[in-house]
């Protein structure tokens, strides 16, 4: 695993959008696993301004995203549909037909993970994945649990991750309790995976993750097993991680 401990969010959300754009740039045709949430907004919205200033095309590039809530459509300002349009894909020249998240308006759960799973299949997996982490330790919607999940399924989301997440909704009962998330076989099968880290409240997590035991109850734990993972992470984030401040990046 390589570590880079970059100065704060602006410098890793930097680092991070240089790793896209040169994997957009060395492989046009690449399949991109794209994330939600805060920790990707600052390096997307630096792709988009290198698309608008001509540097980038993503008129060959594949997405799949990793996760929706189940209920929301795309209309719904919550949903990761509506985010990924508004922060990203809405603001780069690539069609909708190029593009894939989870249904969460599909009701029949083994139909939508079944259908997303076969679209990951056609696309022929994915070039590089992008990854946040939860508080818990989970990336996509996979939570804690006994054992590391393979396929798309449908997760019950921990009651940690409805707090985290009730700061995008009016209020904490209107987060949805469940959503389509890519497995961890999914994931871990990505040519290219990197996770991005930010800030103090996720020191913990990131020690026990990338440093601790590889358990089911801290999901991103596996991805030490992956031969290809970056680690972009700020100061604040990397802060318990045993490495060396003065060293910008790392090799584990
Ligand atoms: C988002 C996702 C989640 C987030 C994680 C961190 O699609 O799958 O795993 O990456 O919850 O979220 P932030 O970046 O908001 O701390």
Redesign the pocket.
Known sequence: MKIICAKDYEHASKIAANMIAAQVIMKPDSVLG????????GAYEQLIEWHQKGYLNFSKIRTI???EYRGLCPENEQS?HFYMKEHFLGHINITNEQTYIPDGTEPDADKACADYDAIIDTCGGIDLQI?????NG?????EPEAFFSKGTHCVKLAES?IR??ARFFASINDVPKEAY?MGIKSIMQAKKIMI?V??EA?KDIVRQAFFGTITPQVPASVLQLHRDVVLVGDEAALAECPIERDKELWNR
């Open positions: 794209l994330a939600t949430g805060s920790t990707p907004l995203n990793l996760d990761y990854l946040g982490l939860g508080h989970h990336i996509g919607f996979n991750t985290a997440n998330t991005m930010s800030g996720k």
